[in-house]
T-cell receptor, first 114, second 116 residues
């Protein structure tokens, strides 16, 4: 059973508008969440993270929101730019996990239309 | 070189071949990881090394054999692979045990492996 789910395989957004990528998790022990961005033929690159003690973290055009009661997080990109077209992965970890494992979602392909 | 490097970037091998993938991190990290990425699937963690000791082996078939000679280098030795092993193999590193956001992993560009 997948502990981290990204239910939208793809998302298409007009350039300049807001992109919202969603992620749900089932394990209440997760206390650290990350978003990664991946271009074809490249490894994932770290984008932004959030600790469970916060409900929002912002970095430039990127904001991650965490709703612990709903076990849901979202990544907002505003305004969306053509270079944002990529696959976005959500990942989660539990500080009690001594192996420091990240549990990954399957990814959402974001397409920014000109 | 900076960050995490992987060689080769592309590899085509027959089922009877033996090959090795190499990963090197230049970030001073103390943990390294091998992942497999197949199309439209979550990244699958294969192996974890913390402080050069293997701490995780997620039921990976024995035809994949990792080696971590030091905290900067990681190898994945391949032998008698199957066509379904064709995938993107990603190496990552992180700094663990510092009490901060230690879980941020930094990835190499991956090796695209094709098994004929």
């Amino acid at each position: 059973d997948q502990q981290v789910k990204q239910n939208s395989p793809s998302l298409s957004v007009q350039e300049g508008r807001i992109s919202i990528l969603n992620c749900d998790y089932t394990n209440s022990m997760f206390d650290y969440f990350l978003w990664y961005k991946k271009y074809p033929a490249e490894g994932p690159t770290f984008l932004i993270s959030i600790s469970s003690i916060k409900d929002k973290n912002e970095d430039g055009r990127f904001t991650v929101f965490l709703n612990k009661s709903a076990k849901h997080l979202s990544l907002h990109i505003v305004p969306s730019q053509p270079g944002d077209s990529a696959v976005y992965f959500c990942a989660a970890s539990a500080s009690m996990d001594s192996n420091y494992q990240l549990i990954w979602g399957a990814g959402t392909k974001l397409i920014i239309k000109p | 070189e900076t960050g995490v490097t992987q060689t080769p970037r592309h590899l085509v091998m027959g089922m009877t071949n033996k090959k090795s993938l190499k990963c090197e991190q230049h970030l001073g990290h103390n943990a390294m990881y091998w992942y497999k990425q197949s199309a439209k699937k979550p990244l699958e963690l294969m192996f974890v090394y913390n402080f050069k000791e293997q701490t995780e082996n997620n039921s990976v078939p024995s035809r994949f054999s990792p080696e971590c000679p030091n905290s900067s280098h990681l190898f994945l030795h391949l032998h008698t692979l199957q066509p379904e092993d064709s995938a993107l193999y990603l190496c990552a590193s992180s700094h663990v045990g510092a009490g901060g956001p230690a879980d941020t992993q930094y990835f190499g560009p991956g090796t695209r492996l094709t098994v004929l």
